[in-house]
């Protein structure tokens, strides 16, 4: 059964990927979002929140080692202002300074390529995607449309 997962996971995975301009990920694919909660859960959950809170309630404020606590992933946070190719790129490398994070900055977002494969990546996306309102989510869409816009130019 998880073979079988695995293997349908991995086409959505590849028509994604091999497509970079369409990159999207679907929170409405209830088989993804299931397995996502549960890798999320595993690996997320204890810096994120379990309700994806953040990890503090401050946490646009500098901690005592002059970093970012990690962010909500819930519609309160900035998750959904970053398209789902940047979302993917983040969690995959972590935060890469001239890449998806400003020249010097640090973070404690590990990178996960070794931990998860890219499929399960975006499993733990669309589960978190999947927890945010209507409203959220087309805000969403309209970023990853302006990002596949400037990507065809």
Same mark, same amino acid.
């Given at each position: 059964?998880?073979?079988?997962?695995?293997?349908?996971i991995g086409k959505d995975v590849y028509h994604s990927v091999s497509q970079p301009r369409g990159f999207y990920i679907d929170p409405s694919d209830t088989h993804h979002v299931a397995y996502g909660r549960s890798l999320?859960?595993?690996?997320?959950?204890?810096?994120?929140?379990?309700?994806?809170?953040?990890?503090?309630?401050?946490?646009?404020?500098?901690?005592?080692? /002059?970093?970012?606590?990690?962010? =909500?992933?819930? %519609? $309160?946070?900035?998750?959904?202002?970053?398209?789902?190719? @940047? #979302?993917?790129?983040?969690?995959?490398?972590?935060?890469?300074?001239?890449?998806?994070?400003?020249? /010097?900055?640090?973070?404690?977002? =590990?990178?996960? %390529? $070794?931990?998860?494969?890219?499929?399960?990546?975006?499993? @733990? #996306?669309?589960?978190?995607?999947?927890?945010?309102?209507?409203?959220?989510?087309?805000?969403?869409?309209?970023?990853?449309?302006?990002?596949?816009?400037? %990507?065809?130019?």
């Amino acid at each position: 059964m998880v073979a079988l997962t695995l293997l349908w996971i991995g086409k959505d995975v590849y028509h994604s990927v091999s497509q970079p301009r369409g990159f999207y990920i679907d929170p409405s694919d209830t088989h993804h979002v299931a397995y996502g909660r549960s890798l999320y859960v595993s690996y997320c959950a204890a810096c994120h929140g379990s309700k994806l809170e953040g990890q503090t309630p401050n946490w646009r404020e500098r901690g005592a080692n /002059g970093r970012l606590p990690a962010p =909500p992933h819930d %519609a $309160s946070g900035h998750t959904w202002h970053h398209p789902d190719s @940047v #979302l993917f790129d983040i969690t995959r490398n972590g935060m890469v300074p001239g890449r998806t994070a400003p020249e /010097g900055y640090e973070s404690d977002m =590990p990178a996960y %390529a $070794s931990i998860l494969s890219d499929e399960e990546i975006i499993t @733990v #996306l669309a589960y978190i995607k999947s927890t945010w309102p209507d409203d959220i989510l087309a805000l969403h869409q309209e970023v990853n449309r302006n990002e596949w816009s400037r %990507a065809q130019h």
